[in-house]
């Protein structure tokens, strides 16, 4: 089976807040075309320095119905004044750690 999938960046933003410190901001658009469907995402992620060769990190994705996928769902079981658009249908976290390694190490891989 294959899966064919577009993916558009409709939004991202950087800062730091803190010495070592940066967060992330990206909205995406992804639209699956076996399926036709469409849908939202917005990840947030935090890095921090621990140390000279670490940085750890949090990762928040956030998946985000499509009006039109509400109208059908509201069409279908009369529903359609329970969505929020705020509200994510679903909603992952990762952690994350990310090691510096040398050319070495990078060359082993």
């Known amino acids: 089976v294959t899966q ?5 960046i409709l939004d991202s933003s950087v800062q730091s807040s803190v ?15 076996n399926q036709d469907l469409q ?7 935090s890095l921090r320095r621990k ?24 069409n279908s079981n009369g529903d359609g004044d329970l969505y929020d658009d705020n509200e994510a249908v679903a909603i992952y976290d990762y952690n994350i750690s990310l090691q510096r390694i040398d050319e070495t190490e990078a060359a082993a891989l």
Do not use: C, H, W
Not at 4 to 8: G, H
Not at 21 to 30: A, D, E, I, L, V
Not at 54 to 59: A, L, N, S, Y
């Open 19 to 33: 010495a070592d410190t940066y967060y992330t901001t990206k909205t995406f658009s992804q639209y699956n075309a």
């Open 39 to 45: 849908l939202f995402y917005k990840e947030v992620t």
């Open 51 to 74: 140390d000279n060769d670490t940085i750890d990190g949090k990762v928040r994705v956030a998946a985000f119905l499509p009006q039109y996928i509400r109208g059908m769902d509201a």
């Open 4 to 8: 064919s999938a577009d993916l558009t």
